[in-house]
């Protein structure tokens, strides 16, 4: 039984993941060329909480209780744009980080007679 529940969940989490558009634009966020939109969408947050706090309000006018499904699908999505903004920044430094690191420490490849030599090095003393 375990073991049938737990094979429904990790399915229905690919599924999830892979045709909701908010994972789909939140997996595109997190790739490597994405990451420079995780601030710019943050915004995207607003519609989300715009929609859970008009089904909040229409709830507590005496509308259906299945708009609290909608108020937590929308606040859950909010916070999810809100986190990827703050970390997408985060990655993206340490991206940029890890480059300029890989680049540092690749040996030069040009033509020896062009090299620069430091002063005060052995071949000048000699």
């Known amino acids: 039984m375990f073991r049938l529940l737990w094979a429904t969940s990790v399915y229905a989490r690919c599924y999830l993941r892979r045709y909701m558009p908010s994972n789909v634009l939140l997996d595109l966020i997190r790739s490597r060329r994405g990451l420079k939109w995780g601030a710019p969408a943050m915004l995207l947050a607003l519609p989300y909480l715009l929609v859970a706090s008009t089904c909040t309000s229409l709830f507590a006018n005496g509308g259906p209780g299945w708009l ?20 997408s920044i985060v990655m993206l430094v340490l991206a ?16 020896r007679c062009s090299r620069r030599r430091a002063r005060g090095s052995r071949e000048q003393l000699l």
Not at 71 to 86: S, Y
């Open 68 to 87: 609290n499904l909608v108020v937590l699908w929308g606040t859950w999505n909010a916070l999810k744009f809100l986190i990827m903004g703050p970390t």
């Open 96 to 111: 940029r980080c890890g480059n300029h690191r890989a680049i540092r420490a690749k040996p030069y490849g040009g033509p």
